[in-house]
């Protein structure tokens, strides 16, 4: 069986999450499930799926059928809004559908109105109850993050949100550093101009795709990324960006994209 071939990253306080993960957002049914199955034959060690995705019983499905031991695998979930009324028995059908005891990281979809300073406290809660090893949200901003960890005193360990080259700031990713929250991107590529003269000129200094620059510069910044496909060569394509590194330079050069 592949070993993970990404490196990781350390929560606070927790596990460690690896850098690359398979996103499977959009993605239902067998596709998912052969999808989910082709990633974790390829090396990803770290899948993302959410309540409102409807194939978190495909993604469980697959991980059974991998032959991946569990321990191995860092699986995300993730609470809609229109559920923050019923956290708790959400996170029990989401534990039902993919056959697990806990997930490595249960998230806050979009804020419930507010920051949901109530929801945060069940998240809180699932954490000390061990059905969640490790706790966060998506689509906050660091006010947000801020307001749950002044109502509870516990401060999210990840913050998924959107991000690429087009949506870089550096204020954004020092804050979450300064907070001890872990940065993670999804949609990579949806922002993304792929045919851009900078990406390109990196891509052929590196002998590499572009695609391949866009995640490997998230990862030179730290950031988690989850790329999303169902074409094997893509889903193996984008989790080998580890035999190459981007220089100080090529970095600057591809965050300014977000000045144009």
């Known amino acids: 069986m592949t070993e993970n071939l990404a490196p990781t990253v350390r929560l606070a306080g927790s596990t460690e999450m690896p850098m690359v993960g398979f ?22 060690r770290h899948v993302d ?20 031991d569990r321990d191995e695998i860092f699986v995300t979930t993730k609470l809609p809004p229109r559920d923050a009324g019923r956290a708790d028995a959400t996170l029990s059908a989401s534990l039902d559908a993919l056959g697990l005891d806990a997930v490595d990281l249960w998230l806050v979809h979009w804020p419930p109105g507010g920051a949901g300073e109530d929801v945060w406290e069940r998240f809180v809660a699932a954490r000390e109850d061990g059905r969640a090893r490790a706790i966060g949200v998506s689509n906050y901003s660091l006010e947000q993050v801020d307001r749950l960890t002044q109502a509870t005193g516990v401060t999210p360990q990840v913050n998924q949100v959107s991000w690429a080259p ?16 872990v940065l993670e991107g ?3 590529f949806k922002n993304t101009d792929l045919s851009d003269p900078v990406l ?10 572009p695609a391949q620059v866009v995640l490997r510069w998230h990862v030179e910044h730290g950031v988690v990324v989850i790329p999303k496909s169902v074409t094997p060569e893509r889903i193996r394509a984008n989790l080998a960006v580890f035999g190459f590194s981007l220089s100080d330079d090529e970095v600057a050069r591809i965050d300014r994209l977000a000045r144009r």
């Open 200 to 209: 390109r000129e990196v891509a052929d200094t590196h002998g590499v795709p």
């Open 166 to 181: 087009s949506r870089y700031d550096a204020g954004v990713e020092a804050g979450h550093r300064e907070r001890d929250v």
């Open 186 to 188: 999804y949609s990579p």
């Open 23 to 44: 996103g499977t957002w959009q993605i239902t049914g067998r596709q998912c499930y052969d999808a989910v199955r082709y990633a974790l034959e390829a090396g990803y």
């Open 49 to 68: 799926t959410a309540t409102m995705y409807g194939n978190e019983a495909e993604v469980g499905r697959a991980l059974r059928d991998s032959g991946v």
